[in-house]
């Protein structure tokens, strides 16, 4: 398949990019050719938005530095960085190595004992240099193990030393992905602690427990819950899992999986000693399903060409592209932000082919407009409509599963019943010809938020409470259809024209979750998936606790907070680190993050509302926090400019009282006139039936004073010397009050105030009118 790039064809360097391997949350993976040493190497090039970043850049010639240094033979070499000084890209060049995950191999279950002790020792002994100069991996798994050779000499590489805090840069973490693989975090990983050579130990040995036995130690239907088991539980023993294991490794793997640091070995290499003592005949005789490695890397599983496996020896294994393998797998394949092995190259191939083609039947594709954790987003044409749209593409390791499809299915129904001025609706969803699930959704024009924070700061008071208050109206019709948006953020926010608000992904989110099975595997491993961006995360979203419409409450503060601060909340060296803060730390006022921006306090009260921890302090709804929007907009001096920027949409009660409440009035005078010239004036009250006649009479005198006295009215006494004693008691009714069964005369004023015409025949007064003062 004919690939479109711009670098195919050219040199970066010494290094000429042949083709695609695959794309990630850091950038894409080319195979190239070393011109100077005439061989093959994987060069990763940085994506434009991170190489403008100068806190990334910072991180990545830091990183990189350190990693490009570190070599061993167990170990995936980085040969070249660009750090962009001598360049205007940011690019690194790998070794290129053709292998198969060892996650892959742990799938057909658990592997011989003797295999599992010659992978273990090889990581070990790398891991032991690594920690010799200081470089601590943080991210081991399967994924991240490429495995070579055959069965009796494997030869292990594993990816990602020194640069595994690179790919865990909060931004990197999107939708649908949970960073630095739950599963195998030791329990100070999970507190977002520091960490140091014994937190790779317990990882280590949870690969070698899964190794051994075919599943993880622990599980949880939460990530709550399974961080709570890696931090307080005790992992079952190996032979309770598989009576195959030998039993000289129960010891040695309970003492790497101990809860605190110093209870562990101490060092890579004392625990490498350890496995290295284990008998050969106790491992040779040990009676373990085994795998013929040679044939397993060999036969066709619907895994990666070796090529495209290579990418992710590369580390093209970063970011969303892979998270497709992850949602299909079984315990170990979790959505992450580092997340390794599935055939980016495939990926990256797969949807660059759709490019012209049409799907359907009748949507073109135009251009990719982004790819992300559960497939890609295209422009198409709508063929028939002759208009353009957003075209969302499944990946088929997705949607081939029959709980996506399902789930899929449901949810794009349901956003299909939501349509609200202030959301991008989706129009349609369905199968292609060759199986690929897909939806479409209008395609705005418009810019998102994030875009036009980067492009021009925080922004005035009035205008941020103005945007924020249009994706609450559609989160308050949303939520009533019991649709949560869970992944709201800026950039799924869009500026139209007028500042017209246009939400998108409503629905999406939940699609990427996975569900409880009978099985136990992925749902099991991570069950309500973090699935969110982590500067975004409610706190029950960060633990992966249930979630429930408050958490787009304290989405949407978190919005507000940026907004006027031009600063996210929780910042952190890692998705973990925002987690953990969103999850335990209180905020920073936005006025002391920004002193300079004059954000007053009852502003400041609304934002601190909505990222309240405990969701019973939030706002309950979006109603609520509209209603605090519009009280701050209302008040005397609450904001520096309380007009709000214009809108297509239209207002609710509240906020902009004045110009609505203009509008009603003239509508209900409107009606009133429409009454008087149609109703007949004698079946009128007095005061319309005087509006008619000086109608019909074409008086013009219809205002100028603010009362009207009534017929014959006597002398009005002076306002500050009332007469005394001049009205009866208030018990005491006047003897002349009307009976009971006659009906009091009318004497609501009239509208206008000039005096009527002469009084027409009525009952009697209810009360005499009190006689003039005395001269």
Not at 179 to 205: K, N, W
């Amino acid at each position: 398949m004919k690939l479109r790039h711009d670098l195919i064809g050219t040199k970066l360097g010494n290094y000429k990019i042949e083709r695609l391997l695959g794309e990630g949350g850091m950038g894409a993976v080319y195979r190239a050719r070393d011109t100077t040493l005439d061989r093959d190497v994987a060069v990763k090039v940085i994506r434009k938005e991170l190489a403008e970043d100068p806190a990334f850049v910072e991180r990545f010639h830091r990183e990189a530095k350190v990693a490009a240094r570190f070599q061993h033979p167990n170990s995936i070499a980085i040969y070249h960085y660009e750090d962009g000084s001598n360049a205007d890209r940011l690019y690194m060049v790998y070794e290129f190595v053709k292998g198969r995950e060892l996650r892959s191999m742990i799938d057909a279950g658990p592997l011989s004992p003797s295999f599992c002790a010659k992978v273990a020792i090889q990581a070990l002994s790398a891991l032991e240099a690594a920690h010799r100069a200081g470089i601590v991996h943080r991210d081991l798994k399967p994924q991240n193990v490429m495995v070579a050779g055959d069965e009796q000499n494997p030869e292990i590489k594993i990816l990602d030393f020194g640069i595994a805090k690179l790919k865990d840069h909060p931004s990197l973490t999107q939708a649908g992905q949970v960073m630095g693989t739950l599963a195998f975090m030791s329990p100070e990983q999970t507190m977002g602690q520091e960490v140091d050579a014994r937190s790779d130990i317990y990882s280590l040995g949870v690969l070698l427990f899964m190794c051994l036995t075919g599943r993880l130690p622990f599980h949880g239907k939460t990530a709550g819950e399974l961080m709570d088991h890696h931090r307080k539980s005790q992992p079952p023993s190996l032979a309770s899992i598989h009576t195959g294991v030998p039993a000289a490794f129960e010891p040695i793997v309970a003492r790497a999986l101990e809860k605190r640091p110093e209870d562990r070995y101490q060092t890579a290499r004392e625990f490498r000693q350890a496995i290295e003592a284990i008998p050969q005949q106790a491992l040779a005789f040990a009676q373990a399903a085994t795998v013929n490695l040679e044939n397993s890397l060999d036969e066709d599983r619907g895994r990666p060409d070796p090529e495209a496996t290579a990418a992710t020896a590369a580390g093209a294994s970063d970011g969303n592209a892979t998270a497709f393998h992850d949602t299909a797998g079984e315990l170990a394949k979790q959505k992450t932000a580092s997340l390794g092995g599935y055939a980016e190259g495939d990926t990256g191939e797969f949807f660059s082919g759709l490019v012209g083609r049409t799907v359907s039947g009748k949507y073109l594709i135009e251009s990719k407009l982004g790819q992300g954790g559960m497939g890609a987003v295209f422009k198409a044409l709508h063929q028939d409509l002759k208009r353009h749209v957003a075209l969302k593409i499944v990946h088929p390791a997705v949607a081939d599963r029959a709980d996506v499809a399902e789930r899929f299915q449901r949810e794009a129904r349901a956003a299909m019943g939501f349509i609200h001025p202030n959301a991008i609706p989706t129009r349609d969803f369905g199968r292609t010809e060759a199986g690929l699930l897909y939806m479409t959704q209008d395609f705005s024009p418009g810019q998102d938020l994030d875009k036009l924070l980067k492009a021009h700061g925080r922004l005035p008071v009035a205008r941020a409470l103005g945007i924020v208050r249009q994706v609450l109206l559609a989160l308050v019709e949303a939520h009533k259809k019991s649709i949560v948006h869970r992944d709201l953020k800026p950039a799924n926010i869009l500026l139209e024209d007028g500042d017209l608000v246009r939400v998108t992904d409503f629905g999406i989110a939940k699609i990427l979750e996975e569900e409880p099975n009978e099985k136990g595997t992925a749902s099991e491993l991570t069950g309500n998936q973090v699935i969110g961006t982590p500067f975004y995360m409610a706190p029950e979203q960060a633990r992966g606790q249930q979630i429930d419409l408050r958490t787009d409450i304290y989405a949407m503060g978190c919005v507000l907070y940026e907004l006027l601060t031009a600063s996210r909340p929780f910042s952190g060296d890692s998705a973990l680190d925002v987690l953990m803060k969103q999850a335990h730390k209180e905020v920073e006022p936005p006025s002391r993050r920004a002193p300079d921006a004059g954000i007053p306090p009852e502003v400041e009260r609304i934002v601190l509302t909505a990222m309240a921890k405990a969701r019973e302090e939030r706002f309950q709804d979006a109603s609520e926090f509209i209603a605090a929007i519009d009280a701050a907009l209302s008040g005397a001096g609450a904001v520096p400019d309380t007009t709000l920027p214009p809108t297509k949409v239209p207002q609710a009660s509240g906020g902009g009282v004045l110009v609505p409440l203009a509008a009603i009035t003239a509508l209900v005078l409107a009606g009133l006139l429409v009454v008087v010239l149609v109703v007949d004036g004698d079946k009128l009250p007095k005061p319309l039936a005087w509006v008619k006649g000086k109608l019909e009479s074409g008086s013009t005198e219809l205002v100028g004073r603010t009362d009207d006295p009534p017929a014959n009215p006597p002398a009005k006494p002076p306002a500050d010397d009332p007469p005394a004693d001049t009205l009866p008691p208030a018990d005491d009714p006047p003897a002349d009050d009307p009976p009971a069964d006659d009906p009091p005369v009318d004497t609501t004023p009239p509208v206008s105030v000039d005096p009527p015409p002469p009084a027409q025949p009525s009952p009697p007064p209810p009360r005499p009118n009190p006689p003039p003062p005395p001269p």
